[in-house]
Antibody, heavy 118, light 112 residues
C-alpha cells in the first residue's frame, strides 16, 4: 500500500527553524517528482515546492524561496523540507504529495501542522 | 504567476442533481505535448485532498464515472452528473504547466 507520512511539525517562534519529513512506503521515491503544499487554517491549498527524481531540479514558491529548502534521500525513501526564518504567515498544515509523469498528485500525506507564534 | 479563478465559490446541490464548476486560467494550459496541465482535487471535510481528474479529462483511479473534466485553452469545467452526499467538500482546480503551480480559490459543494 502506498503511503506518505509527514512529521516534524510543531510550534515555533518567528525566526525559528523546523525540518519536515515525508516518509514514503509502498513505492520507491526515486521514480517520482515529489511536492510540498500547505494550507493555512480555513484557507485554500498552496503549492510550496517540488523536487525531481534525483534531486537535481528544485522549484519554490516566491513566498518561501531563500528560506525553505526541499531535499530528498532516496536511500531512506524520504522527502524533506527545511524551513528557516519562519514567519507567522507560514502557519499551515503542510502536505507532501507524489506526482507521476503524466499524472496528478495521486497520493497525499495526512499533513503536519506548523504553527509560528510568539 | 498563472491565476486560477473558480466559480461559483459556493454550490448548494440537491442529491441526484447535476453540478458544474468552472475554472479559468490567466494563461493557456496547453503544453507543447498537446496535453492540458490541469487537475481537479476534492478535499472532503477533515481530510487531505484527493485527485479526481488529471490532464484536464482523465479520471483518477477509483473515481466514479459521474465525475468528468473538459475544456480547452483557458476555460475548464468539472461536472458531476448526479451529486451524492459523499461528494461534499471543497473542489480545487490546479495548473502545473509552469511554476509556481497554482490552485483556484476552491468551490464548496454542499447538499441542500
Amino acid at each position: 500500500e502506498v503511503q506518505l507520512v509527514e512529521s516534524g511539525g510543531g510550534l515555533v517562534q518567528p525566526g525559528g527553524s523546523l525540518r519536515l519529513s515525508c516518509a514514503a512506503s509502498g513505492f520507491t521515491v526515486s521514480s517520482y517528482w515529489l511536492h510540498w503544499f500547505r494550507q493555512a487554517p480555513g484557507k485554500g491549498l498552496v503549492w510550496v515546492s517540488r523536487i525531481n527524481s534525483d534531486g537535481s531540479i528544485t522549484d519554490y514558491a516566491d513566498s518561501v524561496r531563500g528560506r525553505f529548502t526541499i531535499s530528498r534521500d532516496n536511500a531512506k525513501n524520504t522527502l524533506y523540507l527545511q524551513m528557516n526564518t519562519l514567519r507567522v504567515e507560514d502557519t499551515a498544515v503542510y502536505y507532501c504529495g507524489r506526482r507521476p509523469t503524466g499524472g496528478g498528485i495521486e497520493y497525499w500525506g495526512q499533513g503536519t501542522l506548523v504553527a509560528v507564534s510568539s | 504567476d498563472i491565476v486560477m479563478t473558480q466559480s461559483p465559490l459556493s454550490l448548494p446541490v440537491t442529491p441526484g442533481e447535476p453540478a458544474s464548476i468552472s475554472c479559468r486560467s490567466s494563461l493557456s494550459l496547453l503544453h507543447t505535448n498537446a496535453f492540458y496541465y490541469l487537475d481537479w482535487y476534492l478535499q472532503k471535510p477533515g481530510q487531505s485532498p484527493q485527485l479526481l481528474i488529471y490532464l484536464r479529462s482523465n479520471r483518477a483511479s477509483g473515481v466514479p464515472d459521474r465525475f468528468s473534466g473538459s475544456g480547452s485553452g483557458t476555460d475548464f469545467t468539472l461536472k458531476i452528473s448526479r451529486v451524492e452526499a459523499e461528494d461534499v467538500g471543497v473542489y480545487y482546480c490546479m495548473q502545473h504547466i509552469q511554476t509556481p503551480h497554482t490552485f483556484g480559490q476552491g468551490t464548496k459543494l454542499e447538499i441542500k
